[in-house]
């Protein structure tokens, strides 16, 4: 099973978070995604002035596994599989500090808090999206409960660790798992209050006070530990505050990230037709001499300047041949190739990519009936066509590997693509047009438009015999992006 979630990441960033879940039988599951992107001609976006190099430094693109799933209230539970395995890392390593049960403490302290993460959008989601008042109010009572509940579990667990055999660095450890966990609780706390403020004014009356002081106890604790706390009248906008949050995120998330060695697809293949490409324009000139130097002889003028010629032609036949052999060899490899590997170096599945510039005709009609373009644009594409990038993705995982390699319930892998369209807008007009309107019909006068310009994006995802296809409407201008809508 395939699924997306694409949003806005920044001014010029677009983000696709694409999952690829697995079933446990057959072990190999293969996946694949292809994006068609139509850009307008008037950008000036096209295989001549956007190379591959140019995609790739635009796309960056992180492979993780899948936050094992576990409700908010499963976690305030000891019995449960995520504090289980985490006591039971602590408790190892207050006995015996080595380097094995050391990797394991570290890792079990990301891996709850990556859940807890995972746990706390998905309950702020379903309470954003209760329509009944009255549940409402216990979901929101019950969150509170559960938020104290798991710092108050996670924080019993330094008495553990309070002994002799723990140095300060490893001690550390659980510090950052502590402030990342307070930083969550206030941040995702805060934005209840801010949903409930837009949406719910009766509910947000009824539970503000409690859900501030879930806020308020968060923050006078991080004080009291001495971690990072946002400062109101900070004269340097908190970029103290706001570099370490980020950087305990990198922190936390990095136990699901993983391990890729990047390689260019098939080049043992290419690399024998490029020698055939040699060959070929070897036999021609050696065909060329032989015949020249049987006729005319040894050192004669016409062999002289029949091997100049042949030598002259020579290149460009190894160049034409190449290049041919290039083009036939780019429809069936990808651009590069990827052995996707969790900690333990396991071989979890390979992954390729690629990137080019095709015609509309090369393209399913089911991709193009989905673009459905209007009458005006499909006017202006008889004079200037729309250029299409097509961005494939191919996906092999191996389901018992990936169950086999971890304790977690972990059931596939998200491939997280952040595309900037930086370059699309150096031929854009201003973002702020003049429009002439008239004034109560006795005069004229001039306000701001705003031009904007439309990126489609056409996805196809294929897993076994079944095919979805998907289009997202991204609105920009010289200004970044605006919009963009799932149609």
């Given at each position: 099973m395939i699924e997306e979630h694409v949003k806005i990441h920044d001014q010029f960033s677009l983000e696709f978070k694409i999952g690829f879940t697995v079933q446990k039988n057959p072990d190999e599951n293969d996946f694949s995604m292809n994006m068609w992107v139509f850009i307008p001609n008037s950008l000036y976006i096209n295989r001549?002035?956007?190379?591959?190099?140019?995609?790739?430094r635009d796309v960056q693109s992180n492979i993780r596994l899948i936050t094992p799933i576990y409700l908010l209230r499963d976690i305030t539970n000891p019995e449960e599989l995520p504090f289980r395995l985490l006591e039971e890392a602590f408790i190892k390593i207050a006995g015996s500090p080595n380097r094995n049960n050391l990797a394991d403490y570290e890792s079990h302290i990301k891996m709850f808090q990556s859940i807890l993460k995972s746990s706390l959008r998905n309950e702020i989601l379903h309470i954003q999206n209760c329509q009944s008042k009255e549940d409402k109010i216990f979901l929101l009572s019950t969150y509170i409960k559960n938020c104290r509940n798991i710092a108050k579990l996670y924080r019993s667990l330094q008495k553990i660790i309070n002994t002799p055999t723990i140095d300060k660095n490893t001690f550390e450890y659980f510090l950052?798992?502590?402030?990342?966990?307070?930083?969550?609780?206030?941040?995702?706390?805060?934005?209840?209050?801010?949903?409930?403020?837009?949406?719910?004014?009766?509910?947000?009356?009824?539970?503000?006070?409690?859900?501030?002081?879930?806020?308020?106890?968060?923050?006078?604790?991080?004080?009291?530990?001495?971690?990072?706390?946002?400062?109101?009248?900070?004269?340097?906008?908190?970029?103290?505050?706001?570099?370490?949050?980020?950087?305990?995120?990198?922190?936390?998330?990095?136990?699901?990230?993983?391990?890729?060695?990047?390689?260019?697809?098939?080049?043992?293949?290419?690399?024998?037709?490029?020698?055939?490409?040699?060959?070929?324009?070897?036999?021609?000139?050696?065909?060329?001499?032989?015949?020249?130097?049987?006729k005319y002889g040894n050192f004669t003028l016409p062999l002289f300047i029949a091997l100049v010629v042949t030598y002259m032609l020579k290149d460009r036949i190894k160049e034409l041949s190449k290049f041919y052999f290039s083009h036939k060899?780019?429809?069936?490899?990808?651009?590069?190739?990827?052995?996707?590997?969790?900690?333990?170096?396991?071989?979890?599945?390979?992954?390729?990519?690629?990137?080019?510039?095709?015609?509309?005709?090369?393209?399913?009609?089911?991709?193009?009936?989905?673009?459905?373009?209007?009458?005006?644009?499909?006017?202006?594409?008889?004079?200037?066509?729309?250029?299409?990038?097509?961005?494939?993705?191919?996906?092999?995982?191996?389901?018992?590997?990936?169950?086999?390699?971890?304790?977690?319930?972990?059931?596939?892998?998200?491939?997280?693509?952040?595309?900037?369209?930086?370059?699309?807008?150096?031929?854009?007009?201003?973002?702020e047009v003049p429009i002439f309107i008239t004034d109560d019909k006795t005069d004229y006068k001039i306000i701001p438009g705003e031009k904007v310009y439309y990126l489609n994006f056409i996805l196809r995802f294929q897993y076994s015999d079944q095919v979805e296809y998907k289009r997202y409407l991204v609105m920009l201008n010289r200004n970044g992006i605006k919009e963009i809508k799932s149609i």
């Amino acid at each position: 099973m395939i699924e997306e979630h694409v949003k806005i990441h920044d001014q010029f960033s677009l983000e696709f978070k694409i999952g690829f879940t697995v079933q446990k039988n057959p072990d190999e599951n293969d996946f694949s995604m292809n994006m068609w992107v139509f850009i307008p001609n008037s950008l000036y976006i096209n295989r001549y002035t956007y190379s591959k190099t140019d995609f790739y430094r635009d796309v960056q693109s992180n492979i993780r596994l899948i936050t094992p799933i576990y409700l908010l209230r499963d976690i305030t539970n000891p019995e449960e599989l995520p504090f289980r395995l985490l006591e039971e890392a602590f408790i190892k390593i207050a006995g015996s500090p080595n380097r094995n049960n050391l990797a394991d403490y570290e890792s079990h302290i990301k891996m709850f808090q990556s859940i807890l993460k995972s746990s706390l959008r998905n309950e702020i989601l379903h309470i954003q999206n209760c329509q009944s008042k009255e549940d409402k109010i216990f979901l929101l009572s019950t969150y509170i409960k559960n938020c104290r509940n798991i710092a108050k579990l996670y924080r019993s667990l330094q008495k553990i660790i309070n002994t002799p055999t723990i140095d300060k660095n490893t001690f550390e450890y659980f510090l950052f798992g502590d402030e990342f966990m307070s930083n969550l609780i206030e941040l995702h706390t805060f934005k209840i209050l801010k949903d409930l403020d837009s949406k719910d004014k009766e509910s947000y009356e009824k539970e503000k006070t409690e859900l501030l002081e879930l806020i308020d106890y968060e923050i006078q604790y991080k004080q009291k530990k001495g971690y990072a706390v946002i400062d109101k009248d900070s004269k340097d906008k908190n970029k103290d505050v706001v570099f370490r949050l980020g950087a305990l995120k990198k922190y936390i998330e990095s136990q699901l990230f993983l391990k890729i060695k990047k390689r260019e697809d098939g080049v043992v293949v290419k690399q024998f037709y490029y020698s055939v490409a040699a060959g070929i324009s070897m036999v021609f000139a050696t065909i060329i001499a032989f015949a020249f130097q049987i006729k005319y002889g040894n050192f004669t003028l016409p062999l002289f300047i029949a091997l100049v010629v042949t030598y002259m032609l020579k290149d460009r036949i190894k160049e034409l041949s190449k290049f041919y052999f290039s083009h036939k060899l780019n429809s069936k490899y990808f651009d590069n190739k990827v052995d996707m590997k969790i900690n333990n170096d396991d071989i979890i599945g390979i992954y390729k990519e690629s990137q080019t510039f095709v015609s509309e005709n090369k393209i399913p009609k089911e991709a193009t009936q989905l673009r459905n373009r209007s009458t005006i644009l499909e006017a202006e594409n008889r004079i200037n066509d729309e250029k299409i990038l097509l961005y494939r993705i191919q996906m092999s995982l191996d389901s018992k590997i990936i169950n086999k390699s971890n304790r977690y319930p972990i059931s596939g892998v998200n491939d997280i693509i952040r595309f900037n369209i930086s370059q699309f807008i150096h031929k854009m007009d201003n973002a702020e047009v003049p429009i002439f309107i008239t004034d109560d019909k006795t005069d004229y006068k001039i306000i701001p438009g705003e031009k904007v310009y439309y990126l489609n994006f056409i996805l196809r995802f294929q897993y076994s015999d079944q095919v979805e296809y998907k289009r997202y409407l991204v609105m920009l201008n010289r200004n970044g992006i605006k919009e963009i809508k799932s149609i």
